[in-house]
């Protein structure tokens, strides 16, 4: 699927995109991830209509419902169909375990899905999603792909990059439109709920990078075609930042140069009701009851804008998926 292209920009005046956690829970027992361990908490529908109003005023065009695994929240539907009736155009970020059963109503509300799949066999998805369920969500996919634009975006780590070809072949297989590849987060301790170290280091080690260099190498030959439809969602440029990224983890080189200006058109409300400026980077604590435009607008948020405008976050050095827009 083909990044949206937004018309303009700065949160104070404008909210092209907002990331909504509508839930804390999750099904999946990721390696590198605890929304599964900790989290409790539901988005509320009521909250939504308080928000409403807000990103109207802000002339928000596109909101991804994410989590956790939002499709747990019982009020999801709802949620999404809310936003929708309101000019919304909504999409869906799910690890797809609850996507077959959902799939025709899914595909009736977002006009595109993307699902997080790691592994092209059964044993390599449950090493790394921590479930037997690598057949339900190929049949969740399969279902939704029939339906809607659904693109499957890949984690990549040592478990299974020497499987990145497969996913292509797995995506064409399930009717996806697109696949997606981004390099496991190691570095960043907020992301994905993280409240402590995660299972061991799911990251390349040294002697993997040689394999790795040898795949894209494949790749970039085998799947020309597929670059440059867009099936394979990056290009080879873009695709061997992974390998550099491992590479720098390991000390072999400065971390890829990110250019990234998410916080200036986008933002991530999380099922509490925070504010944060991307999905890496923790948001400012709020003083008083304030709504999404006060927390944009807050003396917290615009100072944190600004650390990360001059290149003061250090989460923004090392991160995996940076976002970037043309705005006018």
Known sequence: MAATSFAIALPRRRLPLVTLYVTERCNSRCITCDYWRHGRIDLEPASIEAVLPELKELGTQLVVLSGGEPLLNPAWAAIAERLKSNGLEVWLLTSGLALAKHAERAAQIFAAITVS??????????????????????????????????????????????????????????????????????????????????????????????????????????????????????????????????????????????????????????????????????????????????????RGMAELRADIRAGKRGECRTCVCSMYRELA
């Not at 499987?163 to 997606?180: C, D, T, Y």
């Not at 085998?222 to 670059?227: C, D, L, Q, T």
């Not at 999380?270 to 890496?280: E, L, S, T």
Request: hydrophobic residues 45%; charged residues 25%; aromatic residues 8%.
């Open 117 to 298: 799949l790691d592994g092209t066999d059964s044993a390599t998805y449950a090493a790394i999603r921590g479930l037997d369920a690598f057949d339900k969500v190929c049949a969740g996919v399969r279902a939704a792909a029939s339906l809607v634009p659904l693109n499957l975006r890949v984690t990549v780590q040592r478990a299974n990059y020497r499987q990145l070809p497969a996913f292509v072949e797995l995506a064409k297989r399930l009717g996806a439109a697109q696949v997606s590849f981004l390099a496991v987060d190691v570095v960043n301790a907020h992301a994905f709920g993280r409240v402590g170290s995660s299972s061991g280091d799911p990251s390349l080690w040294l002697d993997d990078l040689p394999q790795l260099d040898r795949i894209l190498e494949h790749m970039e030959r085998e799947y020309a075609a597929e670059f440059a439809s867009g099936f394979i969602a990056e290009s080879p440029t873009k695709l061997r930042r992974i390998h550099e990224y491992f590479a720098a983890l390991r000390g072999k080189r400065a971390y890829p140069e990110v250019r990234c200006n998410a916080p200036e058109f986008s933002a991530v409300i999380d099922a509490r009701g925070g504010v944060q400026p991307c999905h890496f980077i923790q948001g400012p604590t709020f003083a008083g009851a304030g709504g999404l435009r006060a927390k944009l607008e807050s």
